[in-house]
Antibody, heavy 115, light 107 residues
Framework: QVHLQESGPGLVKPSETVSLTCSVS????????WTWIRQPPGKGLEWIGN???????NYNPSLKTRVVLSVDTSRNQISLKLSSVTAADTAVYYC?????????WGQGILVTVSS | DIQMTQSPSSVSASVGDSVTITCRAS??????LAWYQQKPGKAPKVLIN???SLQSGVPSRFRGTGSGTDFTLTISSLQPEDFASYYC?????????FGGGTKVEMK
């Protein structure tokens, strides 16, 4: 069973760029779409976007100007960069496998935006 | 974007009760719908996809129905481990969107 693990800074200052990484436990990174989803504390889920191993990406229009997803198949890692962060970007960020329905999830990483 | 409206936002129930959660899409999505269960501090877990397809290992007391714009998740004979939050998600078109969630609480 595949295991996903998010990593990155837990605290980011407003206007900065946050970089998160999702490490995938096996070589399936080349076979599936990989998705990022976030959840502000106490709130619902928001789809950020997805990426395939070819580099093909789909982004949520609400975040498209600030998000970049990338994949490193040699390291079995997917990365997310979110720029110009504000307090509204404070959330638990999850990586998940698949394009349409998300069967495997990481444990999530809380990113707090605060000065 | 397709808006997903879930109701109720919370429900109080007892062990053994039956609970029904409704999800309405702002436009037709066929059967491109999933239901997730989320417990505090944990990632969501997919229970049902394609509106009614129960995922492996999910108890049969969970049932999903619907197509088009109206969907329901029914939990029959609620068990202690079922007290959690539930979310619907449309997979018809990007951006894939979630309902606002329903918290099933113990009465």
């Amino acid at each position: 069973q595949v295991h996903l693990q998010e990593s990155g800074p837990g605290l980011v200052k407003p206007s900065e760029t946050v970089s998160l990484t999702c490490s995938v436990s096996d070589d399936s990174i080349s076979t599936y779409y990989w998705t990022w989803i976030r959840q502000p504390p106490g709130k619902g889920l928001e789809w950020i976007g997805n990426i395939y191993s070819s580099g093909n990406t789909n982004y949520n229009p609400s975040l498209k100007t600030r998000v970049v997803l990338s994949v490193d198949t040699s390291r079995n890692q997917i990365s997310l960069k979110l720029s110009s962060v504000t307090a509204a970007d404070t959330a638990v960020y999850y990586c998940a496998r698949d394009m349409y329905y998300f069967h495997y999830w990481g444990q999530g990483i809380l990113v707090t935006v605060s000065s | 974007d397709i808006q997903m409206t879930q109701s109720p936002s919370s429900v109080s129930a007892s062990v053994g009760d039956s609970v029904t959660i409704t999800c309405r899409a702002s436009q037709g999505i066929g059967i491109w719908l999933a239901w997730y269960q989320q417990k505090p501090g944990k990632a969501p877990k997919v229970l049902i996809n394609a509106a009614s397809s129960l995922q492996s290992g999910v108890p049969s007391r969970f049932r999903g129905t619907g197509s088009g714009t109206d969907f329901t998740l029914t939990i029959s004979s609620l068990q202690p481990e079922d007290f959690a939050s539930y979310y619907c998600q449309q997979a018809h078109s990007s951006p894939f969107t979630f309902g606002g969630g329903t918290k099933v609480e113990m009465k």
